[in-house]
Nanobody
Framework: EVQLVESGGGLVQAGESLRLSCAASGVTFDDYSMGWFRQAPGKDYEGVSCIRSTDKSTHYVDSVKGRFTISTDNAKNTVYLQMNSLKNEDTAVYYC????????????????WGKGILVTVSS
């Protein structure tokens, strides 16, 4: 059984940092590409970042480039999203997701999802 459990969310002020963690079980990062998505109030899902299973290349939506970093720790089977210089517009529920294979699909192409965790950035 695959389980993805996010942690590390909360309330921060603009300009501050947070690190989200996603504890994964039932998947290996050599077989699954891992992604972070978010959904802001009243908006659709948005792909934030992804790391590919094969070459470990990382990808980011333009709005977070230079501020967010995705990484994996195989020993802990955990995916991280380091978020720096947070902005009000980063406020959203953040989801960890896994996709079998080497691509980073859109949200409808992901195979497994965590339940999400709220990040609120206040000004």
């Amino acid at each position: 059984e695959v389980q993805l459990v996010e942690s590390g969310g909360g309330l921060v002020q603009a300009g501050e940092s947070l690190r989200l963690s996603c504890a994964a079980s039932g998947v290996t990062f050599d077989d699954y590409s891992m992604g972070w998505f978010r959904q802001a109030p009243g908006k659709d899902y948005e792909g934030v970042s992804c790391i590919r299973s094969t070459d470990k290349s990382t990808h980011y939506v333009d709005s977070v480039k230079g501020r967010f970093t995705i990484s994996t720790d195989n020993a802990k089977n955990t995916v991280y999203l380091q978020m720096n210089s947070l902005k009000n517009e980063d406020t959203a529920v953040y989801y960890c997701a896994a996709a079998a294979g080497s691509t980073c699909p859109e949200y409808h192409g992901m195979d497994y999802w965590g339940k999400g965790i709220l990040v609120t950035v206040s000004s």
